[in-house]
């Protein structure tokens, strides 16, 4: 559906995007995840006609569009702050798209009904934006682009405005919508757990650039580069030498990894949550792993699903999350158990 071939786009002496090549394939929601001033919005302003890129080519359903205004361009755009106009009901925020398209009374009539009741706001056409909460009036900014049927729908860190517990109820909610339609999404966001729970597909962005392109489960599971490690929710960063063996000299210990090392320094990424965790007085086995390594409980820190230990082990520290209830105290002696398949090896 949207192709970006080798784009780039400087401000000036600023390089907002390097050679980016990127695919988005009809019905897939993907998300451009990262840092500010990484490039996503960037990207998402090329696609929509908003900004003309450097150099390279953005294709849209077969077509190439730079130079195309962004009126004429098969897309619409929900952002961050609604942008609905306060003195218009709900009904004619939806409908004014339509009317600038000069589209008869009796259609608009028809394809707004249809855009209110997608997104649940039947009935609540007579209403101004002041009278609705904000997850009703961005809502009203979803029908109103669904509403000209785009065939890609570009959304600009939307929910960024809203409190935690409605923004969860509106990932769920944007989700379906999205697989009731069929469309294709293009979402913007720095929030991790977001672009998580609703991509097909997460290109992570650093520096004008993708780092790493894959599924959730890919890009949290297996990172390519420390970066995306790092970012994507928290991870044990082990560093120390490959040795010929295919382990890593980490320490006093000799680790086994996700797959063969050369010699070098190298890097290996653990998540928190798949090291397990044994003490004094624990009943429960932690079954079979490549990896021990022995140490201290240095910090324990209540978060909610759980406990978060940093345990120091000879001079080094590893984090590690057990389940709510019982567990180590502070100073207690721990072992801690991991798979080689979980010691992934990251890119500097």
Known sequence: MVEFRGVSKTFGSTEALTDLNLEIRPGEFLTLLGPSGCGKTTTLR??????????GEIWLAGKPVQGLPAYKRPVNTVFQHYALFPHMTVFDNVAFGLRMQKVPQAEIKRRVTAALELVRLEGMGGRRPHELSGG?????????????????????????????????????????????????????THDQEEALA????IAVMRNG????????EEVYLRPATRFVAQFLGEAN?????????????????????DRHVGPGRTTVALRPEQVRVRWPGSATPVGPAENRVHGIVAERLFVGTGVRLVVE?????????????????????????FSAEHCVVVAP
Request: some cysteine; glycine content about 10%; charged content about 25%.
């Open 46 to 55: 090329l696609l929509a006609g908003f900004e003309e890129p450097t150099c």
């Open 136 to 188: 009703q009036q961005q809502r009203v900014a979803l029908a109103r682009a669904l509403v000209l049927e785009p065939k890609v729908l570009l959304l600009d860190e939307p929910l960024g405005a809203l409190d935690l517990q409605l923004r969860r109820a509106m990932q769920v909610e944007l989700r379906q919508l999205q697989r009731r339609l069929g469309a294709t999404f293009l979402y913007v």
């Open 198 to 201: 609703m991509s097909d597909r």
């Open 209 to 216: 650039r993708i780092e790493q392109l894959g599924t959730p």
């Open 237 to 257: 960063l082990l560093e120390g030498e490959g040795a010929a063996s295919g382990r890593l000299r980490w320490g006093d210990y000799h680790l086994l990894v």
């Open 313 to 337: 082990v000879a001079g080094r520290r590893l984090a590690a999350l057990l389940p709510a209830g019982p567990g180590p105290d502070l100073g207690d002696q721990v072992e801690l158990c």
